[in-house]
């Protein structure tokens, strides 16, 4: 679907107010009367939010209670970084825009493919639409493998806190983004690099004053760390800090998540794994089948490529009912559904879905086989991860009053993360 751009004139006789509307997916969005700024804190569970509240770490987004809008939403299944900021940053869910996992295997080729480019996306940002439309835009994400999904088409200051030293006029709309921050770019594999993106995000709006920023961070923390440990404490305290400048500088905040995050280990600290290909081999014949974690990421080393989401493809004919009733038997399995029930219940695109898909439970992932995972990495951490229904909560959050409309969506429910955009330019007082 393209985007189309409108422009609407109020007619009035004392005054010409001229508004830009966008619409993009079937949805309306008006271009911002202040500056906005949509922040995808990765990772970022309700639980961190909870624990925040609670001692004092996060005042800035305790305070939205009194002076804006504090809610849970649902995010778009598997509960997974791609699939999740593309959801956002289109307003649509994965049936529309098409990017349903981190990675997939392509049916024509048999190929397993990792996604770090646009080319499996199906329709038009609201970022590249308003900034089409003379919206003044700009993107900022910790990881660079989502750069080209969210800033697609979009005229604008575009880059990584990966490639931060990299930035250029040409490619980025912007250079020297090192000085401007103040600092060097941060190590792939740390908090500063979503730090880095954040504090990149005040840098912009002070210097360059643009119109609608989308900030996003890694979920190097939150993997690791559990509520209530220091560092996810000192992380989210500096996340919270970030949005108190953003609002001091005049700026609409508005955060969500792309997925929650849960322990998925014993109490002894074993990874609680249920190896699905290994298993369905050992059942129905070796090379039955290829199973696809769609969380996995190369580029990513503290999950083990584990979630609690798989595709099962079937390598050649065989019972795909049998396989299913065989899977709900694994302790640790929560939902099988086949190909046609997982797009209904989940708006999945059915030609990009497996033969059928498995849940693991939320302390719980399931993986391929043994051999595809490197736990060693976990380097004495427990195993923290994302991608299936316990972690599909994440918090939805405004520093301005919700206007008396959206407050009512608001109420009715259910919001979804890719609300966010919506709600943040339609529907704040
Ligand atoms: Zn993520």
Do not use: W
């Amino acid at each position: 679907m393209t985007a189309s751009v409108a422009e609407l004139q109020t007619d009035s006789r004392t005054q010409f107010a001229s508004a830009t509307i966008v619409e993009v997916n079937g949805r309306t969005y008006a271009a911002p009367k202040r500056p906005t700024v949509v922040i995808v804190v990765d990772g970022f569970d309700p639980a961190y939010l909870e624990h925040g509240f609670a001692n004092g770490t996060l005042p800035t987004l305790k305070s939205f209670g009194q002076s804006g809008f504090v809610g849970l939403a649902d995010c778009s299944i598997p509960s997974t970084t791609n699939t999740n900021n593309t959801s956002i940053v289109t307003g649509a869910p994965p049936a529309v825009h098409g990017i349903n996992g981190n990675y997939y295997l392509d049916a024509d080729t048999g190929e397993e493919i990792m996604i770090t480019d646009a080319s499996r996306l199906r329709c038009g940002t609201i970022l590249g639409a308003l900034g089409r439309a003379g919206v003044h835009t700009a993107v900022v994400t910790a990881k660079d493998k989502l750069l080209k999904v969210l800033a697609y088409q979009m005229p604008g200051i575009a880059f990584s806190s990966e490639h931060a030293h990299l930035a250029n006029l040409k490619a980025n709309g912007v250079e020297d983004v090192e000085a401007l921050v103040g600092r060097p770019q941060p190590d792939q594999y740390s908090a500063d690099l979503s730090l880095f993106a954040l504090d990149a995000g005040v840098a912009l709006l002070s210097a360059f004053k643009p119109s609608l920023i989308y900030l996003s961070t890694s979920d190097y923390v939150q993997h690791k760390h559990a509520p209530g440990e220091p560092e996810a404490d000192a992380f989210h305290h500096a996340v919270d800090a970030v949005v108190a400048k953003l609002i001091a500088l005049g700026a609409t905040v508005a955060i969500t998540a792309d997925h929650g995050m849960n322990d998925k280990s014993t109490a002894d600290g074993t990874p609680k794994v249920v190896y699905l290909e290994d298993e369905l081999d050992a059942r129905f014949g070796a090379g039955a089948v290829r199973v696809i974690c769609p969380i996995a990421d190369p580029f990513v080393r503290h999950h083990g490529a584990l979630g609690s989401f798989v595709r099962v493809h079937l390598r050649k004919p065989g019972d795909i009912p049998a396989m299913m009733a065989f899977c709900r038997t694994l302790p640790g399995i929560e939902l099988v559904l086949d190909k046609q029930d997982v797009c209904n219940q989940f708006d999945l695109p059915l030609d990009r879905e497996g033969d059928f898909a498995v849940f693991s439970d939320r302390h719980t992932v399931v993986g391929a086989r043994r051999q595809d995972h490197d736990l060693s990495q976990l380097a004495g951490h427990r195993l923290r991860s994302h991608g299936g229904l316990g972690e599909q909560k994440v918090p939805f959050l405004m520093s301005r009053p919700l206007n008396a409309e959206y407050r009512k969506r608001a109420a009715d429910g259910p919001l979804h993360n890719y609300d966010i955009f919506d709600f943040a330019l339609n529907g704040v007082e």
